[in-house]
């Protein structure tokens, strides 16, 4: 006789539905039972335009929140930079899988890169931490490009380049790899240009404290260096008390002496959406081996950067 099938909760989009079905094979994989998606519509699917409105990103983690309390499905994906910093009791990120490319990239008409645009080049984001960033970028290496506000799915985002409406679009390379459109990228973008989002790139399955058979399968899929990682640069966001549409942007690496782990980097930065002024500063530290040592690395660089004036750049809440 098979297992009853364990029921994951799925926002319909196609990059959502691109996660859930490889972490479902993965869950399967490792719990020998099979895996069902139950898709979950949400309030910012149904309203697109209102998302700025009622709370960014966080609305689409909710529905699938509500779900799991209402024991509806057994567990969800979430892209990992979309989650709140702040975590309910009645749940648990039981497992964060091994990281993909953190990197933003650029799809740009004519397979330009960025330092190809031409004077004037129109490049669509509705992050501020992308324009922060890519505006300093810019205003320091005589590059004369404009951002423009938009929102959508990767879809839409890329579909402004291909109907000439902007010369380029900014996107994760995480979501193009899942989607399997990562052959349409024109320019991987280095952090040491425009610094991820903090926990980009990494997903988290979150499924129901009180469930602790299902927390230790999952828990299976767990990669603790990506743990580590994500749980410093998301400290680092909440210790500057900024959101997940703030112009923040955060990335934790491993430091290495040929094959030895030497210490984990922790670097963090806070724009202005032209990117007139950035606070831009980095810390290193053992690899953290507990959440508590994790969460210290992000509170460390939080405060060097509040000391730098990052709050004061935080203000402004572009779309
Ligand atoms: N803001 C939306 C969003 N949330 C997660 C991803 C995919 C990358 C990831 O999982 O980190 C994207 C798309 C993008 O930023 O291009």
Redesign the pocket.
């Known amino acids: 006789m098979t297992e009853k099938a364990l029921r994951l909760g799925t926002r319909r989009s196609k990059?959502a539905m691109a996660q859930s079905g490889q972490v479902a094979d993965a869950v399967s994989q490792v719990t020998g039972r099979p895996v069902e998606l139950v898709e979950i519509t949400t309030y910012g699917d149904v309203s697109r335009e209102h998302l700025a409105q009622i709370g960014g990103?966080g609305v689409f983690v909710a529905a699938l929140r509500e779900a799991l309390a209402r024991g509806e499905v057994d567990f969800a994906v979430h892209?990992l930079?979309?989650l709140p910093t702040t975590q309910p009791d009645e749940l648990v990120v039981a497992a964060i899988p091994v990281r993909e490319d953190p990197r933003d990239v650029i799809i740009a008409r004519d397979a330009l890169k960025l330092t190809d645009l031409p004077r004037g080049a129109r490049i669509g984001t509705g992050s501020p931490r992308r324009m922060a960033q890519l505006n300093a970028y810019a205003r320091t290496h005589g590059l004369d490009i404009e951002t423009v506000p938009i929102r959508g799915n990767v879809d839409t985002r890329i579909g402004y380049v291909t109907k000439g409406d902007l010369d380029a679009v900014v996107?994760?390379a995480?979501?193009l790899n899942r989607v399997g459109r990562s052959d349409e990228v024109t320019d991987f973008l280095s952090v040491d240009t425009v610094l991820p989002a903090p926990g980009?790139?990494a997903l988290a399955v979150e499924t129901t404290a009180d469930n602790a058979d299902l927390v230790a399968s999952l828990a299976q899929l767990d990669d603790p260096l990506t743990r580590a990682a994500v749980t410093a640069e998301r400290s680092l966001l909440a210790a500057l008390e900024a959101g997940c549409s703030a112009p923040v942007g955060a990335l934790a690496d491993l430091l290495a002496d040929g094959q030895i782990v030497k210490e984990m980097r922790l670097r963090g930065v806070v724009g202005t959406t032209d990117g007139s002024t950035l606070v831009q500063l980095s810390t290193t530290g053992p690899v953290p081996e507990t959440h508590e040592a994790a969460t210290a690395l992000g509170r460390e660089l939080a405060t060097e950067m509040l000391a730098q004036g990052a709050a004061g750049l935080m203000g402004e809440r572009a779309l």
Do not use: F, I, N, V
Request: hydrophobic share 35%; no cysteine; charged share 20%.
């Open positions: 990059l990103t892209s930079k979309d996107l994760a995480a979501g980009q790139g």
